[in-house]
T-cell receptor, first 113, second 118 residues
Framework: GQQLNQSPQSMFIQEGEDVSMNCTSS?????WLWYKQDPGEGPVLLIA?????ELTSNGRLTAQFGITRKDSFLNISASIPSDVGIYFC?????????????FGKGTKLSVKP | GAVVSQHPSWVICKSGTSVKIECRSL??????MFWYRQFPKQSLMLMAT?????????EQGVEKDKFLINHASLTLSTLTVTSAHPEDSSFYIC??????????????FGPGTRLTVT
C-alpha cells in the first residue's frame, strides 16, 4: 500500500528560527494535508493543498504540493514556543463518497535546551 | 467552522466491560466519519470508516465485533469497545468530512478519548 516518509523525525527549535519538514511518497496523491497535534489532543488541520505545484500560506506556515504529486513540504518561519508539537503530513486520494488519509509518522518539534 | 467533539475525553473501565465513545460534528453535517487509534509516540492508525446510515468499513486486522461503530445521523457516530481488555487501552480519535457543505475531503478531528482498561 501507499506509504509516506516524513522527515525529520524530530528537531529542536530555538525561538526565531525557521523550520522545514517534508514528506515523500512512493505514489501520487490528489491532496496533501498538514496537521499539528499537541499532547493529549486530536490533530488540527493547518494547511490543505489540492493542486500539484500549489504553494499555500497560513500565517507563518507555508506548504507546497510537489509537482510530481509525490511530495510536500511545510515551512514554519520565525518559530515561537507554541509551535512545539508533532506535525503530521497526510496524503489523500479521494474517490466516491469518501477519502482515506495516509499519515506520515510525524515530526516532533521541541524547544532547544 | 468544522468543529468535531468527542465524549468522554477520558475513561477508565474494568476489563470485560464495554465502553461507548461518541463523536459529534457540531457545526456541519458529516457525510463520513473515521475512527483512529493512536499509541504513544506513534502516528494515527485508521480503524474504520463509516457513512451515515451504512455499515462501517473496517481496516484489515480490526475486529468489527469488538469495535462496534454506529453512524445513525449526519452529526453523530459512536464507537463501542466491547469486552475491553488492557491491550485496548489507547487514544481513540474520530474525524469527519463533509461533501455536503463544500468542506472537501479534508478530515477534521475530534480532541480524542483516552481509554484505560484496568
Amino acid at each position: 500500500g501507499q506509504q509516506l516518509n516524513q522527515s525529520p523525525q524530530s528537531m529542536f527549535i530555538q525561538e526565531g528560527e525557521d523550520v522545514s519538514m517534508n514528506c515523500t511518497s512512493s505514489s501520487i496523491f490528489n491532496t496533501w494535508l498538514w496537521y499539528k497535534q499537541d499532547p493529549g489532543e486530536g490533530p488540527v488541520l493547518l494547511i490543505a493543498l489540492y493542486k500539484a505545484g500549489e504553494l499555500t500560506s497560513n500565517g507563518r506556515l507555508t506548504a507546497q504540493f510537489g509537482i510530481t504529486r509525490k511530495d510536500s513540504f511545510l515551512n514554519i518561519s520565525a518559530s515561537i514556543p507554541s509551535d512545539v508539537g508533532i506535525y503530521f503530513c497526510a496524503g489523500l486520494n479521494y474517490g466516491g463518497s469518501q477519502g482515506n488519509l495516509i499519515f506520515g509518522k510525524g515530526t516532533k518539534l521541541s524547544v532547544k535546551p | 467552522g468544522a468543529v468535531v467533539s468527542q465524549h468522554p475525553s477520558w475513561v477508565i473501565c474494568k476489563s470485560g466491560t464495554s465502553v461507548k465513545i461518541e463523536c459529534r460534528s457540531l457545526d456541519f453535517q458529516a457525510t463520513t466519519m473515521f475512527w483512529y487509534r493512536q499509541f504513544p509516540k506513534q502516528s494515527l492508525m485508521l480503524m474504520a470508516t463509516s457513512n451515515e446510515g451504512s455499515k462501517a468499513t473496517y481496516e484489515q486486522g480490526v475486529e468489527k465485533d469488538k469495535f462496534l461503530i454506529n453512524h445513525a445521523s449526519l452529526t453523530l457516530s459512536t464507537l463501542t469497545v466491547t469486552s475491553a481488555h488492557p491491550e485496548d487501552s489507547s487514544f481513540y480519535i474520530c474525524s469527519a468530512t463533509s461533501l455536503l457543505q463544500g468542506l472537501g475531503y479534508e478530515q477534521y478531528f475530534g480532541p480524542g478519548t483516552r481509554l484505560t482498561v484496568t
